[in-house]
């Protein structure tokens, strides 16, 4: 039963780290080379604001509208 339970421990240790190192991956990922470095805020009707319309139109958000300027 010890075995057991330091197992699942070890295992679910492992899975913790995997879910932290992803999430590190895509938070840190390079920005797109493509879109330039212009501060021109969109909302889309996906609901979310991209920083310029090039990072929408990369993510296929459709009806995108300048946001708070």
């Known amino acids: 039963m010890k075995r057991a339970r330091q197992t ?3 295992l679910l240790v492992v ?3 995997a879910v ?8 840190f990922a ?8 212009i501060y021109a805020p969109v909302i ?6 991209y920083p310029n319309q090039c990072y ?3 993510q296929h958000a459709k009806n995108c ?4 300027i």
């Open 8 to 10: 699942i421990t070890q």
């Open 15 to 17: 899975a913790a780290a």
């Open 20 to 27: 932290v190192i992803a999430s590190l991956s895509v938070a």
């Open 30 to 37: 390079a920005p797109s080379a493509k879109c330039p470095a």
């Open 44 to 49: 889309c009707d996906n609901g979310k604001v």
């Open 56 to 58: 929408a139109d990369q």
């Open 65 to 68: 509208v300048p946001y708070g």
